[in-house]
């Protein structure tokens, strides 16, 4: 069958939140759309789960096996999809699949389009009512001004297949892999449209990469800085994303840290977050969004 969508996912020994999320894509996946998750040989149930879900048609592909990293998995989950179009998700935050659905027909009317990003929101799973917004639309205004490169969030990432072979895979030497990416392809002569619309919400929580990495991310983050020096206007610290994860950082990693609440805590608060997220992207259907073009 030839789709015309794929849904990408890394995961990694987190099955008590991709039962959460994963069944949200699932409703929300057209017949015409696949779903291809790439697990990185997780020991706590997910290859299980996941042979399930693909023995009832629930997903599409599942490979299931050891990597060498996030950036690894997510562009063995590339060579596999076989949707014109792949739309990157993760197996821990929240996303508007309407929406998406708006920005994947612009791509099919909009053949020159590469890439098409949008902004969201990050919260934190202690902060259950607490979603701050990205402004990573100001990084693609100011590319329209002047083509220097910007950053925006990989949570937001829909590219055009076809377009790989100019865009280029996944950076296995960074962990912080969608800031790089989105410089490296900005940086380039790449087409990129971006919604208006706010779309995802990153959930920042003890398990997140992120936050287990936050250390070398932040290194990585500096030097990104320092490699596109071009995109320093679109460099900063404040990033909500960046602060969150640095309050998470800070609240695990200080000498005498306030205890964090027990698993089945946090899993109860994280699933009132993800309500609280829904009803936030049904509220914001409220209001008319648009996809500026890619013209620089």
């Not at 939140?17 to 759309?33: G, N, S, V």
């Not at 995802?200 to 030097?223: G, T």
């Not at 609440?261 to 936030?280: H, N, R, S, V």
Request: include cysteine; glycine fraction near 4%; aromatic fraction near 10%.
């Amino acid at each position: 069958m030839q789709y015309t969508l794929s849904y990408v996912l890394t995961t990694f020994n987190k099955l008590d939140y991709l039962k959460i999320t994963l069944p949200l894509l699932i409703e929300a996946r057209k017949p015409d759309e696949e779903i291809v998750v790439v697990d990185g040989g997780s020991t706590d149930g997910t290859k299980v789960y996941l042979e399930n879900l693909l023995k009832e048609n629930k997903i599409q592909v599942v490979l299931s096996e050891k990597d060498k990293g996030e950036a690894h998995g997510i562009n063995k989950a590339l060579f596999l999809a076989k949707g014109d179009w792949i739309k990157i998700v993760t197996d821990d935050d929240l996303y508007d699949f309407e929406a998406i659905q708006v920005c994947k027909t612009y791509m099919q009317n909009h053949p020159d389009t590469d890439v098409l990003g949008f902004d969201g929101y990050s919260s934190k799973v202690m902060e259950k009512t607490r979603f701050e917004k990205t402004n990573f639309i100001e990084g693609f205004h100011q590319r329209k001004k002047d083509g220097s490169a910007f950053l925006f969030c990989g949570l937001s990432l829909l590219i055009r297949r076809s377009s790989l072979s100019y865009l280029g895979l996944f950076n296995a030497n960074y962990k912080i892999i969608d800031m790089e990416y989105s410089l490296r392809i900005t940086s380039m002569k790449s087409k990129v449209a971006f919604y208006t619309g706010h779309a995802f919400i990153n959930i920042v929580n003890p398990a997140s990469n992120s936050v287990k990495f936050y250390d070398v991310i932040r290194k990585e983050y500096h030097r990104l800085r320092r490699t596109y020096p071009e995109a320093r206007l679109n460099f900063r610290i404040n990033n909500p994303i960046l602060m969150m994860k640095e309050r998470l950082n800070r609240l695990t990693r200080k000498l005498k840290p306030a205890p964090l609440p027990a698993p089945e805590t946090l899993l109860l608060q994280y699933e009132t977050l993800i309500q609280k997220g829904l009803e936030l992207f049904k509220k914001n259907r409220n209001t008319a969004y648009e996809i500026l073009d890619s013209e620089i």
